[in-house]
Nanobody
């Protein structure tokens, strides 16, 4: 079992950057494929990015490809989401996800979740 703590959200102007972090306060992240999802008001939670167990494979939603980068540091038990060229439509609560599967873009029923961190992009 793993307990995830998301951080790094905030208010930024369009075109700006933020880096989100997801740390494990309990458990070992290297045992999981990791991902980020987001949920905007009135919308369903959607996939953003994922990285495999070793960190040598990543994939992204089309809406963030080329702007966001997911990475992990297993020695620090932390996963990151670097977000550049932010747009107002990126405004959402961002959730870290730990899973025993990789490559689907969909969460599983046994996944673990962070508490979420708010990202607000002003125009």
């Amino acid at each position: 079992q793993v307990l995830l703590v998301d951080s790094g959200g905030g208010l930024v102007q369009a075109g700006g950057s933020l880096r989100l972090s997801c740390a494990a306060s309990r458990g070992t992240l290297s045992n999981y494929a990791m991902g980020w999802f987001r949920q905007a008001p009135g919308k369903e939670r959607e996939f953003v990015a994922a990285i495999n167990w070793s960190g040598d494979s990543t994939y992204y939603a089309d809406s963030v490809k080329g702007r966001f980068t997911i990475s992990r540091d297993n020695a620090k038990n932390t996963v990151y989401l670097q977000m550049n060229s932010l747009k107002p439509e990126d405004t959402a609560v961002y959730y870290c996800n730990a899973a025993n599967h990789y490559g689907t873009g969909y969460p599983g029923v046994d996944d673990y979740w962070g508490q979420g961190t708010q990202v607000t992009v002003s125009s």
